[in-house]
């Protein structure tokens, strides 16, 4: 069912297909995707990667932070081929496969691996993505120098959302910046979620 909402939301379903692959097979074997993950793959982890696809301008560049095994940066990267995307991550092996798995997908023009931590990390973008990486509050701490001006972060927080946005009252009001829930999906057959979206207050 799920990757048959994959053959819709892809383009090229070939590329999300063989990412697929990778996850089930290295992914798993390298131990940065739980086994039990094989069979749900596509609604839980590159669905769920792409629901907040509209939420990105074209033409942005975009930094997953600590993108693990790729997620979201990789399904975004393909879903969205306009984009320019960072994938950030400190540890070694996962850097490594990133790094391994861009190069077999192909993805390199538009696709960067860097190793680093986001606190350590001096780059500016117009959208930093992240999921499963840290609380809502130290997460800004972390990506909100990574941000242009009027770039935004897209946080897939799911049901923690609003809870997390309250936790983060102090840093937001001294960034100055708005933090809302908007609820997404890939695809209307798809599974909602729930992103953070922080912007700076217009
Ligand atoms: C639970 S994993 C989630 C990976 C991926 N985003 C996903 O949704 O499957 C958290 C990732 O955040 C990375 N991470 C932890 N602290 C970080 C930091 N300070 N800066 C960047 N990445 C960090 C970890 O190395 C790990 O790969």
Redesign the pocket.
């Known amino acids: 069912m799920s990757e048959a909402i994959g053959r819709k939301v892809f383009d090229d379903f070939e590329a999300i297909s063989q990412y697929v692959d990778i996850l089930r097979d290295r992914g798993i074997a390298w131990g940065l995707i739980g086994p039990r993950e094989a069979d749900r793959l596509w609604d839980r982890?590159v669905l769920n990667s792409v629901a907040m696809t509209d939420l990105i301008a074209a033409g942005s560049t975009v930094i997953d932070?600590?993108?693990?095994?790729g997620?979201?940066g990789i399904p975004l990267a393909i879903r969205r081929p306009d984009l320019q995307v960072t994938l950030?991550?400190?540890?070694l092996r996962?850097y490594n496969f990133l790094v391994g798995a861009v190069d077999e997908l192909g993805l390199g023009d538009r696709v960067t691996v860097t190793r680093a931590?986001?606190?350590d990390h001096d780059g500016r973008y117009d959208v930093v993505t992240?999921?499963?990486?840290?609380p809502l509050p130290r997460l800004l701490t972390?990506c909100l120098p990574l941000l242009r001006p009027d770039g935004e972060l897209l946080a897939l927080k799911g049901s923690t959302a609003e809870s997390e946005i309250d936790q983060s009252a102090t840093v937001l009001a001294k960034s100055r910046r708005t933090a809302e829930v908007v609820v997404v999906r890939a695809h209307p057959e798809a599974e909602p979620t729930q992103v953070v979206r922080v912007r700076g207050k217009h």
């Open positions: 982890h932070v600590g993108s693990g095994a997620l979201p950030l991550e400190p540890l996962r931590r986001a606190e992240a999921r499963a990486v840290a972390w």
